[in-house]
Nanobody, 123 residues
């Protein structure tokens, strides 16, 4: 069992930056692929970024590539999402997810989810 709690969301102007954090409680954090997804009203939850258990591999959605950076600290059981050059279309609820022994952009393959944190980018 893994409990995930996101923080760091808020309101920012276009072009600004935010850093999201996800704190995980549970054993063997480094065994889990960690990912960020987002969902805006009326849309399906979409993949944003993922990082492998030991942090050696990362993957990004094309829409955020070059602007967002995912990282993790296994000693602190945290995963972060640094978001730069934010755009109004980045507005969404951002969710942290954990998946055991997977490498996927598909939400349904992740076992554990946080409750989400709202990110709003004004134009």
């Amino acid at each position: 069992q893994v409990q995930l709690v996101e923080s760091g969301g808020g309101l920012v102007q276009a072009g600004g930056s935010l850093r999201l954090s996800c704190a995980a409680a549970g054993r063997t954090f480094s065994s889990y692929t960690m990912a960020w997804f987002r969902q805006s009203p009326g849309k399906e939850r979409e993949f944003v970024a993922a990082i492998s258990g030991l942090g050696g591999s990362t993957r990004y959605a094309d829409s955020v590539k070059g602007r967002f950076t995912i990282s993790r600290d296994n000693a602190k059981n945290t995963v972060n999402l640094q978001m730069n050059s934010l755009k109004p279309e980045d507005t969404a609820v951002y969710y942290c997810a954990a998946g055991l022994a997977i490498w996927s952009e598909t939400a349904g393959r992740y076992n554990y989810w946080g409750r989400g944190t709202q990110v709003t980018v004004s134009s």
